[in-house]
């Protein structure tokens, strides 16, 4: 089932950059693996996918080891800073940096193992009560204070859209997450360059993908859908 739904979301990244103009190797598909085991991870691999996206550090580090070295892992859930230490090294990139504090955070942990850490600033492009991340008012301000933090490359920016039955009202929230991106690249900001552009789930990916996405996260499209934990 893996394997036959895989094949489904890349023909729909494919058509979804062709009427955007845009070369379907832009986009890198995430398989949004979290609370699945990792028989139906490997069953993804064995695809060919490499880009595997989880939220819970605990959930990562188990799989981890279970699984081929070669994956590169997203970190794409609310991070708490106590549990950075367990992620610096390990994963590809993180997807949910929402505060100065966190990315202090990553940045001593990334100083002391002698790495570099690649973050996206997580945005509420929406505004909700609910969701984490910066406003886009406070993008900025954010963006040039991790991008001076050793350790730190700031690579983009992550939004969540709200929840919704209809992909074309995600199409407001992209739109502006990457009129975001170009405003924030086009100040120079030492350290800092926004190629990166993580927006879209199993719902909206296409619609992103028209808007200019270079990350799609899909969990339930590929997994099928989760019996716990959103
Ligand atoms: C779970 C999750 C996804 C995937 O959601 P689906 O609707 O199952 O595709 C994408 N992004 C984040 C941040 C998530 O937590």
């Keep these: 089932m893996v394997r036959e739904n ?38 993804a691999y064995e695809a060919g996918i490499r880009d595997f996206g989880e939220n819970k550090v605990q959930e990562l580090m188990d799989k981890i080891p279970q699984l081929p070295s070669d994956i590169r892992w997203h970190m794409i859930g609310h991070l708490q800073r106590n549990k950075v230490k367990y992620l610096v090294g390990k994963v590809a990139m993180i997807h949910s940096v929402d505060s100065l504090r966190l990315a202090e955070e990553i940045s001593r942990e990334a100083v002391k193992q002698d790495t570099t850490v690649k973050i996206l600033i997580e945005v509420n492009v929406a505004g909700e009560e609910s969701k984490f991340g910066v406003k886009p008012e406070e993008t900025e301000a954010l963006v040039r204070a991790a991008a001076a933090l050793p350790g730190i490359r700031v690579c983009g920016l992550m939004t969540i859209a709200p929840i919704t039955q209809d992909p074309e009202s995600s199409r ?50 590929i997994f099928g859908e989760r019996s716990w934990q959103i």
């Design 172 to 221: 407001i929230f992209f739109r502006t997450l990457k009129n975001l991106s170009v405003d924030m690249e086009g100040k120079n900001i030492d350290n800092v360059h926004m190629v990166c552009l993580s927006m879209g789930m199993t719902g909206d990916y296409e619609t992103a993908c028209e808007e200019g996405a270079t990350f799609v996260r899909v969990g339930t499209g």
């Design 6 to 43: 895989l094949k489904a979301v890349q023909e729909k990244i494919g058509q979804a950059c062709a009427r955007a103009h845009r070369p379907a190797e832009d986009v890198t598909l995430i398989a949004v693996s979290k609370t699945k085991p990792v028989e139906m991870i490997r069953e």
